[in-house]
């Protein structure tokens, strides 16, 4: 049988949020005895294995199940409460232990060695110490309203480096740590409840920073849904990760000026002090730790400097959104850039590695207004999720030459005069979204997708971008495009129709394009040459330029001409460009649409600020409403739908007007029917009177179609109650 364990003879319940080694000393000097001998009394050893030296004071920070068991049957106390008064539960959280020594890590997560403590607490609680006091994250006293105090004011030690002394009773609330000048084993006595403490304002910054975070130590396994770490369900650690490299910017680079607003002219003070004092040499020493700086990961020594640190940190990230982040911390970034260090949006993840997404993405469009446009393209420096640049040219084949119609009219600058900024700037569009993201150079660039712009022509327009208030959200769109197509791909490979179609002359048969024509208009024939444009730029989505030069337009009258043709195309010639062009793909055995344009979310588009209008905002029901009977101006068309005339260009390409004579149209509404009507005669047997009815036209009309379509009529027939021509004898 196992000997029964002795118990204590006086029981006391440790207090809330007290640490180990406190209520530890309280036992001792409550049962008057020595240290030692209520660690026997608990089977704690008194001796590091270890170090071979007196055991430090590390049950504090982590003790093992054995311990805890032996503790809460020598001294009543449930295992639970034993293990929450050490920094166990903070372990991966607010502090890094290493299991092997039983110390905190002092390089991460601000670790520090010791703790600090207010008087006015040690007074109230009979000289009992608070756990939460030995991280680096507790700087104030939220109850007394006070900077908690960092040493002892007699011996300038910080408190509770080492254990107890074990052959001394303890004498609670007095400074036990080394007396300087004295003889080994003189302890410094003074009274820790009469050390003198900084005041802070209720409202005042630093007072509510230490509340927010005594809020998170209070339940570290709790994951943090700040705007910032939106979706990411972030723990705890990264957050004070961020805050803490965030901190030392702070500390390093941080002018007076910068700090004036929110906090107390006492901690100014002692923080520019402390900021004054040259960095002591090695990372750790019996003072503290070391004075943060930029390549350091150290808690400062003195809680101005913490508390400061801490309050500006959490400024930026407690910020609503990436982009509000972003505008807390420029001035931060743009102090460590004036301080000689090169910072762009690549060089962020420089300065500190582990940083949230959510804080790479703020520092990074912080230094947005700095840097070259292509390079916020490259960065995504418009968006929340700004990343660094990867190699992205397995987009080029699904973009277009040009980019496609609607987001050109939607994304594209125009002057007043009614002129777009930059010529061929629907091509300079597609080059944008190619290197939105990207790392390939802007001449590999246009190689990729087909175009001879040049580097400067892209780089311009992208300076146009920045400086337009209208154009305000045109890259973030650029990028939002880039990423759907990325996400989900496109149904059309743009290189391999450019590769099949870019050497081809001939698109349609002009026979066939001629008798059309003759059909649908009575005045002069527009140019074949129109058409085969169409086909191939309807295919490649390329600019007819690029074409064969057998069809391209060869002067700046043509290129007019085809614009022109576009928006005054009919819908019966429409209809047969598209057959010509699906058949086209059909024969090279291509399973793909003729056309496609990708769709945003218009959630997305709605707070954007674009230049060009929605080409939804007008349906073609209100467009073929407005456009008048023969020909029309194109001004008083954009006039009568309060809309700019390069909208109702898109918009009569998209959904062709038949605005021919009355004539004309019912003849082009029978070449739109002709090829319904050679099927119910050929296949289904109707007869010429039969369509004719159900068309409500003349049996003549369909007679005459179905001739003209070459259509072998058969012998009439009669029907019954049908008279039949007499014949002359």
């Known amino acids: 049988m196992t000997a029964a364990r002795r118990t ?57 199940g054995e311990e805890i068991t032996s503790i809460a049957a020598v001294s009543g106390v449930a295992e639970d409460d034993v293990e929450a008064m050490t920094l166990q539960r903070f372990d991966g959280h607010a502090v890094v232990i290493h299991p092997g020594h039983r110390r905190v890590e002092p390089h991460l997560l601000w670790g520090r060695a010791g703790s600090r403590f207010c008087p006015m607490c040690l007074a109230d609680s009979g000289g009992r110490w608070q756990l939460t006091r030995r991280l680096g994250w507790s700087f104030a006293c939220t109850q007394h309203q006070v900077l908690l105090a960092d040493r002892c004011p007699d011996c300038l030690k910080i408190p509770r480096l080492r254990a107890h002394p074990r052959r001394d009773t303890p004498r609670l609330g007095l400074c036990m740590s080394q007396a300087p000048g004295q003889p080994r084993g003189r302890r410094c006595h003074h009274p820790l409840t009469d050390t003198p403490v900084t005041g802070l304002s209720p409202e005042g910054a630093a007072l509510r920073t230490q509340q927010l975070i005594d809020t998170l130590l209070a339940a570290p396994d709790d994951r943090v849904t700040w705007p910032l770490y939106v979706p990411h369900d972030t723990p705890l650690r990264v957050l004070l990760n961020d805050a803490r490299w965030l901190g030392g910017l702070v500390l390093n680079h941080a002018a007076p000026s910068d700090l004036a607003d929110g906090f107390e002219s006492d901690v100014l003070r002692r923080l520019e002090l402390y900021r004054s004092r040259p960095p002591t040499a090695g990372a750790h020493n019996e003072g503290g730790a070391q004075r943060f700086n930029g390549h350091s990961s150290f808690a400062p020594s003195d809680t101005a400097a913490a508390a400061v640190a801490l309050a500006l940190a959490l400024r930026i990230l407690t910020a609503p959104s990436v982009s509000a982040a972003a505008q807390a911390a420029q001035w931060l970034t743009d102090r460590v850039a004036g301080g000689g260090r090169p910072l762009h949006p690549g060089a962020v993840g420089l300065l500190g590695g582990g940083l949230s997404p959510g804080l790479h993405a703020a520092l990074r469009r912080s230094r947005e207004a700095k840097v070259m446009p292509v390079a916020r393209l490259r960065h995504r420096t418009a968006i929340a999720s700004t990343r660094a640049p990867s190699n992205q040219n397995t987009r080029a084949p699904m973009l277009p030459t040009a980019l496609w119609p609607q987001w050109a009219l939607r994304l594209t600058p125009w002057h007043p005069s009614g002129m777009p900024v930059a010529r061929r700037c629907d091509e300079l569009l597609t080059m944008a979204c190619l290197l939105a993201d990207n790392t390939t150079p802007i001449r590999a660039a246009t190689r990729l997708t087909g175009t001879t712009v040049s580097s400067h022509n892209v780089s311009s327009l992208l300076a146009e971008l920045t400086r337009r208030p ?7 769109a650029l990028i939002l495009l880039a990423e759907q197509i990325d996400q989900h791909g496109s149904p059309i490979d743009y290189a391999r129709r450019r590769a099949l179609f870019t050497t081809r002359s001939c698109f349609l048969d002009p026979a066939q394009w001629r008798s059309l024509q003759r059909r649908l208009r009575s005045n002069h024939l527009p140019d074949i040459a129109h058409a085969q444009r169409w086909v191939f730029h309807t295919l490649t989505g390329s600019p007819p330029r690029l074409a064969h030069p057998a069809i391209a337009p060869a002067t700046a009258s043509q290129r007019g001409q085809y614009l022109r043709f576009r928006w005054r195309i009919l819908p019966a010639e429409a209809e047969l460009l598209l057959h010509t062009a699906r058949t086209i793909l059909d024969k090279h055995h291509i399973d793909e649409p003729v056309q496609w344009t990708p769709r945003l979310d218009p959630a997305l588009l709605r707070p954007l600020r674009l230049p060009g209008p929605d080409p939804h905002s007008i349906t073609a029901a209100e467009l073929h409403r407005a456009v008048p009977d023969g020909d029309y101006s194109i001004a008083r068309l954009a006039h009568a739908l309060n809309t700019t005339t390069a909208h109702v260009i898109y918009l009569l390409s998209q959904h062709p007007v038949d605005w021919s004579p009355p004539r004309f149209r019912r003849t082009q509404h029978t070449a739109t029917r002709i090829g319904q009507w050679h099927t119910w005669y050929e296949d289904n047997g109707l007869s010429l009177q039969d369509i004719a009815d159900l068309e409500g036209t003349s049996l003549a009309t369909v007679r005459l179609a179905l001739l003209k379509y070459g259509v072998q009529l058969r012998p009439a027939v009669p029907r019954p109650g049908r008279p039949r021509k007499r014949t002359l004898p």
């Open 8 to 64: 204590l003879p006086l029981r006391y319940p440790p207090q809330r949020g007290e640490a180990l080694d406190s209520w530890l000393e309280f036992l001792a000097a409550r049962l008057h005895c020595r240290f030692d001998d209520l660690l026997r009394a608990l089977s704690l050893p008194t001796q590091d294995a270890v170090l071979a030296k007196p055991m430090s004071s590390r049950w504090t920070v982590l003790t093992t």
């Open 470 to 476: 209208d154009c305000a959200g045109v890259m973030h």
